[in-house]
């Protein structure tokens, strides 16, 4: 079993940033983002790896960067630029599987107002 424990989100302006932090119980390789916006499905935001590959969906590549702290089993968001379509729950996930991640945070609530 795995813990994650987010952190991070808030209420924003419109181009302004935010930086996400989720800790993991145990090392893993992969761990990353999801967010599900109100009414919307949950989508993947980015996903990273131990070893440093790092994927992103298309509405956040060159606004948002994902980074991890290996020894702190740690992996941060950090989000520029943001958009009011940016408001969403963003979970943490760790281990992917071919059903999808197998662990995720509590969710942490990002609102980005116009």
């Known amino acids: 079993q795995v813990q994650l424990v987010e952190s991070g989100g808030g209420l924003v302006q419109a181009g302004g940033s935010l930086r996400l932090s989720c800790a993991a119980s145990?090392?893993?390789?992969?761990m990353g983002w999801y967010r599900q916006a109100p009414g919307k499905q949950r989508e993947l935001v980015a996903t990273?790896?131990?070893?440093?590959?790092?994927n992103y969906a298309d509405s956040v590549k060159g606004r948002y960067t994902i980074s991890r702290d290996n020894a702190k089993n740690t992996v941060y968001l950090q989000m520029n630029s943001l958009k009011p379509e940016d408001t969403a729950v963003y979970y943490c996930?760790?281990?992917?599987?071919?059903?999808?991640?197998?662990?995720w945070g509590q969710g942490t609530r990002v609102t980005v107002s116009s």
């Open positions: 996930i760790a281990g992917i599987s071919i059903t999808g991640p197998s662990y």
């Open positions: 990273s790896t131990s070893g440093g590959s790092a």
């Open positions: 145990r090392s893993i390789n992969v």
